[in-house]
């Protein structure tokens, strides 16, 4: 089966703490997956999810609840997906195993990330909350011409 699913969320916290605060930063940003048994039993049994030109929601929604965020500050809610190698796979029926096929295709040049439609929001509201990606959609459309780049991350083919 390919590389498991990155279970670490990054936090780039850079722009959110006002370096003049001395040594009294509060603590490092904490992001936590909800509904995370769902995850892991989904990435145990090797679940794969089916990219069309139109879109697909992805399914189990990404949903994440946010800690000690400054409660005053703006921030803006991105997700990114990033492939963990760049190898094509294809699925070995007879022995129920994903096997190395190859190089992947090359990255998109314009990578998408999308932007959670709430963003900006203060960090209290951000917390107070569970963050839902309910409405982005996966794509393996690099032309994509019908006004989707809002909502549609283009994602690399695993197989062919």
């Known amino acids: 089966m390919p590389p498991s699913i990155e279970r670490d969320l990054a ?3 850079s722009y959110s703490r006002d370096e003049s605060a001395g040594p009294n930063l509060s603590p490092s940003p904490v992001v936590e997956l909800e509904c995370k048994e769902l995850w892991e039993k989904f990435d145990s049994i090797g679940t794969e999810m089916i990219l069309t030109k139109a879109g697909r929601r992805m399914f189990p929604c990404f949903r994440v609840r946010l800690r000690n965020l400054n409660p005053s500050a703006q921030y803006s809610l991105y997700l990114d997906v990033v492939p ?3 190898r094509r796979y294809r699925y070995a029926y007879h022995s129920s195993t994903w096997l190395v096929a190859g190089k992947a295709d090359p990255l998109p040049v314009t990578p998408r990330v999308y932007m959670q439609p709430e963003s900006p929001s203060t960090g209290s ?3 107070k909350q569970i963050v839902c990606f309910d409405k982005v959609k996966l ?3 690099e032309m994509d011409t019908n006004g989707h780049v809002s909502q ?3 994602l690399r083919e695993m197989w062919k």
């Open 152 to 154: 549609c991350m283009q």
């Open 84 to 86: 963990v190698d760049d």
């Open 125 to 127: 509201q951000w917390m």
């Open 11 to 13: 936090v780039d916290s």
């Open 139 to 141: 794509t393996n459309n």
